[in-house]
């Protein structure tokens, strides 16, 4: 019989859904030779196109280009090869107009992303970097494994039977990059970075190209070539003497051809001189060549000084901005006054090539430039404007996250509304599509906001974003971001002496916790959170606080503890004008208690949660409470109310559209259909819940469908295909760490292998599942522990 854990209700959130159609669902007079659950790495007609645009004047390189073709001679694609070399030599500019030419050969596509090695904010990490790319090649977000390891497998399992281009730009190190690589196949990754990475060659056989800064001949034929539409005459002495300043390095050559096309009627000579004074001025940036860095120190601040009072206002305010890349309403939040104004600013930066665009009305850094801007800022602009801007833009990002979380998260009961401002207004979302894309676009500033306002004491206002950031990361399984915001709310809310804020976080971090199967680090949260709403008086936020930590120990099967703090719950429920949460803990209850083989009390509570869910219309809760119902009385060996109860929980989660309570809902039909002798038809509901469950990512669920279709196979007699399910289930509970369900599944293989005459297998599956099932001593393990113990496993 399953006792597999169906969705956690009130205050937890199912994760998000994808449609789908009847197509999906493999009917019964399909099945012939059984049912094989085929899956794929990602969404084939997923075709990633994220080549940014290249400098519009490229000249040059040509026999780095000409090395670059020829890795695409022979037989097998080089797997990794990386562009090496000095800040502002033209790694960046080669790699994406060579990808540009060659983009045919790489017929599925193409990834990019900036790892931002050398920025002077915090680095993009692997594991940011492969949920972009997965999300990218059509994988679900909640499909995203919660683990680095996880995810660079699902990643490469994706590109195996592709032809990609991957441009990992500007990395730091060998380990930011190690997980991006494409493993064996028809993809290839370019890096570019300062460093040579000696790491990628000797593990993955990177070939390496080194840029040199260009030859005075080349650099003036780019100087020439980009400037050639706004003037010409100039000297050619003059031209090579400013390539000189330049040190030849394509970036502050850039800058300077802008400088001089911008100021046609202005002799070269007078640039020069002005290039020169302003080379007394600064000193170097700390690069490999001090040559080289003062030339581009001194171009930079040639053409800052260069700029509109107001435009050098807001470059100095954009070096604060949380990210290096951000939006033009970012941009406005941050600078403040006339959105107008900084809309010309943004176009003046980017028209002097101090800033570049990054999409539709929105802008990115070179890294050097964003070092130079926040070294400008200390200077230009008092602290108390620096702090004002901080706590701006911090606020918007704050409102903006508000909005998309309303558009996009399951559950926003939680919320309490924003105080009105009249600060930049945020942006609004009137479908749920607008907002996951600005999300996508805002994720990696989002993080850095939270962190941003922490740093400059803005503690209620990091608190609160980690809060609504919360129902964004739960939906989209971005577990990592979700437990760095969190503690960092956690640790604002302590340093304020909000012990409710607080008690939210730990809240935060015992549902994170339960969904990652850390599940002593839940308990600890649940019990922080519910011991400070006790000190408070707050008891329907205890009530809440129970009900989760019930479903801690319900999945540490620890059955005892779940309905100690459940019949607590109940109990203070009742004192409550709530009829909502009692029927939510009841539910839990009488679940908890089904499971126990207390069977008349948990008939008892999950009568009365279905009647006022009913009451209050609430069909999906009443669907969840129907499988329960269902399992109770397939444990009662009631197999046709088992059946009537599963399908009517089947057709309310259709109903509704709920893909996810469909999957559970099929898997309990599937059970009940084994238990009235309908082995063949439980396959088809198995199979369709297996594949609602894959195409969203339910790891969990999806092992419930796997372990039901083991059964039904093993009770039509095919124990070698019952062999491959378990195998499959087992594999999933390993990587979540589900240990109970591990030993139960161990057991059924057991029985299959010895049924085949493998007893040295039986006997290995059996003893792991013995040693799992000491540390438990519910009903439901001591049976398994005596059927392992007597050789049986029935």
Same mark, same amino acid.
């Given at each position: 019989?399953?006792g597999d854990l169906p969705d956690q209700p009130g205050g937890d959130y199912t994760q998000s859904q994808l449609s789908g159609g009847a197509g999906e669902v493999v009917q019964a007079?399909?099945?012939?030779?059984?049912?094989?659950?085929?899956?794929?790495?990602?969404?084939?007609?997923?075709?990633?196109?994220?080549?940014?645009?290249?400098?519009?004047?490229?000249?040059?390189?040509?026999?780095?280009?000409?090395?670059?073709?020829?890795?695409?001679?022979?037989?097998?694609?080089?797997?990794?090869?990386?562009?090496?070399?000095?800040?502002?030599? !033209?790694?960046t500019s080669l790699a994406l107009h060579w990808a540009h030419r060659v983009r045919d050969h790489f017929p599925d596509g193409q990834l990019y992303i900036d790892l931002k090695g050398?920025?002077?904010?915090?680095?993009?990490?692997?594991?940011?970097?492969?949920?972009?790319?997965?999300?990218?090649?059509?994988?679900?977000?909640?499909?995203?494994?919660?683990?680095?390891?996880?995810?660079?497998?699902?990643?490469?399992?994706?590109?195996?039977?592709?032809?990609?281009?991957?441009?990992?730009?500007?990395?730091?190190?060998?380990?930011?990059?190690?997980?991006?690589?494409?493993?064996?196949?028809?993809?290839?990754?370019?890096?570019?970075? @300062?460093?040579?990475?000696?790491?990628?060659?000797?593990?993955?056989?990177?070939?390496?190209?080194?840029?040199?800064?260009?030859?005075?001949?080349?650099?003036?034929?780019?100087?020439?070539?980009?400037?050639?539409?706004?003037?010409?005459?100039?000297?050619?002495?003059?031209?090579?003497?400013?390539?000189?300043?330049?040190?030849?390095?394509?970036?502050?050559?850039?800058?300077?051809?802008?400088?001089?096309?911008?100021?046609?009627?202005?002799?070269?000579?007078?640039?020069?001189?002005?290039?020169?004074?302003?080379?007394?001025?600064?000193?170097?940036?700390?690069?490999?060549?001090?040559?080289?860095?003062?030339?581009?120190?001194?171009?930079?601040?040639?053409?800052?000084?260069?700029?509109?009072?107001?435009?050098?206002?807001?470059?100095?305010?954009?070096?604060?901005?949380?990210?290096?890349?951000?939006?033009?309403?970012?941009?406005?939040?941050?600078?403040?006054? +006339?959105?107008?104004?900084?809309?010309?600013?943004?176009?003046?930066?980017?028209?002097?090539?101090?800033?570049?665009?990054?999409?539709?009305?929105?802008?990115?850094?070179?890294?050097?430039?964003? %070092?130079?801007?926040?070294?400008?800022?200390?200077?230009?602009?008092?602290?108390?404007?620096?702090?004002? =801007?901080?706590?701006?833009?911090?606020?918007?990002?704050?409102?903006?996250?508000?909005?998309?979380?309303?558009?996009?998260?399951?559950?926003?009961?939680?919320?309490?509304?924003?105080?009105?401002?009249?600060?930049?207004?945020?942006?609004?979302? $009137?479908?749920?599509?607008?907002?996951?894309?600005?999300?996508?676009?805002?994720?990696?500033?989002?993080?850095?906001? *939270?962190? $941003?306002?922490?740093?400059?004491?803005?503690?209620?206002?990091?608190? @609160?974003?980690?809060?609504?950031?919360?129902?964004?990361?739960?939906?989209?399984?971005?577990?990592?971001?979700?437990?760095?915001?969190?503690?960092?709310?956690?640790?604002?809310?302590?340093?304020? !002496?909000?012990?409710?804020?607080? =008690?939210?976080?730990?809240?935060?971090?015992?549902?994170?916790?339960?969904?990652?199967?850390?599940?002593?680090?839940?308990?600890?949260?649940?019990?922080?959170?519910?011991?400070?709403?006790?000190?408070? !008086?707050?008891?329907?936020?205890?009530?809440?606080?129970?009900?989760?930590?019930?479903?801690?120990?319900?999945?540490?099967?620890?059955?005892?503890?779940?309905?100690?703090?459940?019949?607590?719950?109940?109990?203070?429920?009742?004192?409550? +004008?709530?009829?909502?949460?009692?029927?939510?803990?009841?539910?839990?209850?009488?679940?908890?208690?089904?499971?126990?083989?207390?069977?008349?009390?948990?008939?008892?509570?999950?009568?009365?949660?279905?009647?006022?869910?009913? *009451?209050?219309?609430?069909?999906?809760?009443?669907?969840?409470?129907?499988?329960?119902?269902?399992?109770?009385?397939?444990?009662?060996?009631?197999?046709?109310?088992?059946?009537?109860?599963?399908?009517?929980?089947?057709?309310?989660?259709?109903?509704?559209?709920?893909?996810?309570?469909?999957?559970?809902?099929?898997?309990?039909?599937?059970?009940?259909?084994?238990?009235?002798?309908?082995?063949?038809?439980?396959?088809?509901?198995?199979? %369709?819940? $297996?594949?609602?469950?894959?195409?969203?990512?339910?790891?969990?669920?999806?092992?419930?469908?796997?372990?039901?279709?083991?059964?039904?196979?093993?009770?039509?007699?095919?124990?070698?295909?019952?062999?491959?399910?378990?195998?499959?289930?087992?594999?999933?509970?390993?990587?979540?760490?589900?240990?109970?369900?591990?030993a139960r599944n161990l057991t059924r293989l057991a029985h299959e292998l010895s049924g085949l005459g493998d007893r040295a297998g039986a006997e290995r599956c059996g003893q792991e599942?013995?040693?799992?099932?000491?540390?438990?001593?519910?009903?439901?393990?001591?049976?398994?522990?005596?059927?392992?113990?007597?050789?049986?496993?029935?």
């Open positions: 019989m399953s007079r399909d099945v012939t030779g059984g049912i094989h659950f085929h899956y794929g790495s990602g969404n084939r007609s997923a075709l990633p196109l994220q080549l940014p645009r290249g400098v519009g004047a490229f000249v040059n390189r040509l026999s780095d280009l000409s090395a670059l073709d020829g890795l695409l001679i022979g037989g097998e694609t080089l797997v990794v090869c990386l562009i090496a070399g000095t800040a502002g030599v !033209g790694k050398y920025d002077p904010g915090p680095p993009v990490t692997p594991d940011q970097a492969l949920e972009r790319f997965l999300h990218a090649l059509g994988v679900p977000a909640a499909a995203v494994p919660d683990d680095t390891e996880g995810k660079s497998s699902r990643y490469r399992s994706a590109l195996a039977d592709r032809r990609m281009l991957v441009i990992l730009d500007n990395a730091g190190t060998t380990a930011q990059v190690r997980p991006l690589i494409p493993g064996s196949g028809r993809s290839m990754a370019v890096v570019t970075s @300062r460093s040579h990475l000696p790491g990628l060659a000797i593990r993955h056989g990177a070939w390496r190209r080194t840029l040199e800064t260009l030859t005075e001949a080349e650099a003036i034929r780019l100087l020439t070539e980009t400037t050639r539409a706004y003037r010409g005459g100039d000297d050619p002495a003059e031209v090579a003497e400013l390539a000189r300043l330049c040190a030849n390095l394509p970036l502050a050559l850039r800058l300077a051809a802008e400088r001089a096309a911008s100021r046609p009627g202005m002799p070269l000579s007078r640039l020069i001189t002005d290039l020169r004074d302003e080379s007394e001025l600064w000193n170097t940036l700390s690069t490999e060549d001090p040559d080289e860095a003062h030339a581009v120190h001194t171009v930079f601040a040639w053409s800052y000084r260069a700029l509109p009072r107001e435009a050098a206002r807001i470059f100095c305010l954009l070096g604060l901005h949380p990210g290096g890349e951000f939006s033009e309403g970012a941009a406005e939040a941050l600078a403040g006054g +006339n959105p107008r104004q900084v809309r010309t600013a943004l176009d003046v930066l980017a028209g002097a090539c101090l800033v570049e665009h990054s999409g539709f009305a929105r802008y990115r850094f070179h890294d050097l430039l964003r %070092a130079y801007a926040v070294d400008r800022a200390q200077f230009e602009i008092p602290q108390d404007e620096q702090l004002a =801007a901080v706590e701006r833009v911090c606020d918007w990002y704050l409102r903006a996250a508000y909005n998309c979380a309303r558009a996009i998260a399951h559950d926003i009961t939680l919320f309490s509304a924003l105080e009105p401002t009249s600060a930049r207004p945020a942006p609004q979302f $009137a479908e749920p599509a607008q907002a996951a894309q600005w999300y996508e676009q805002e994720r990696f500033n989002l993080e850095a906001a *939270v962190r $941003a306002a922490a740093g400059t004491r803005l503690l209620a206002t990091a608190w @609160r974003l980690a809060a609504v950031l919360e129902r964004i990361y739960s939906t989209y399984n971005h577990f990592n971001d979700w437990r760095s915001t969190s503690l960092i709310g956690l640790e604002c809310a302590r340093e304020l !002496g909000l012990r409710a804020n607080a =008690a939210v976080m730990h809240e935060s971090l015992g549902r994170l916790n339960r969904m990652t199967m850390r599940l002593d680090e839940a308990v600890t949260h649940h019990e922080e959170a519910i011991a400070d709403y006790r000190a408070l !008086g707050d008891v329907p936020s205890v009530v809440k606080g129970l009900n989760g930590l019930g479903w801690v120990h319900l999945f540490q099967h620890r059955l005892e503890d779940a309905r100690t703090a459940l019949v607590e719950g109940m109990s203070l429920a009742r004192g409550l +004008n709530d009829e909502h949460w009692l029927a939510t803990v009841l539910y839990s209850l009488g679940y908890t208690c089904a499971q126990m083989r207390r069977l008349s009390e948990a008939e008892e509570h999950l009568s009365e949660s279905l009647d006022l869910f009913r *009451v209050h219309d609430d069909r999906l809760y009443e669907s969840m409470v129907l499988t329960a119902l269902s399992y109770l009385a397939r444990v009662r060996a009631d197999g046709d109310t088992a059946l009537a109860l599963a399908a009517a929980a089947v057709d309310i989660s259709r109903e509704m559209a709920n893909r996810l309570w469909e999957a559970t809902a099929l898997v309990y039909l599937g059970n009940a259909q084994r238990a009235v002798g309908d082995a063949e038809t439980a396959l088809v509901s198995y199979q %369709a819940a $297996a594949v609602i469950c894959r195409q969203n990512g339910d790891r969990g669920r999806e092992a419930m469908a796997l372990t039901g279709a083991g059964q039904a196979y093993g009770e039509l007699g095919r124990g070698s295909d019952a062999i491959d399910f378990y195998r499959r289930a087992l594999a999933t509970h390993r990587q979540l760490g589900d240990r109970w369900k591990l599942a013995l040693d799992i099932l000491v540390a438990f001593t519910d009903e439901k393990s001591l049976t398994l522990r005596a059927q392992l113990t007597r050789g049986s496993t029935e």
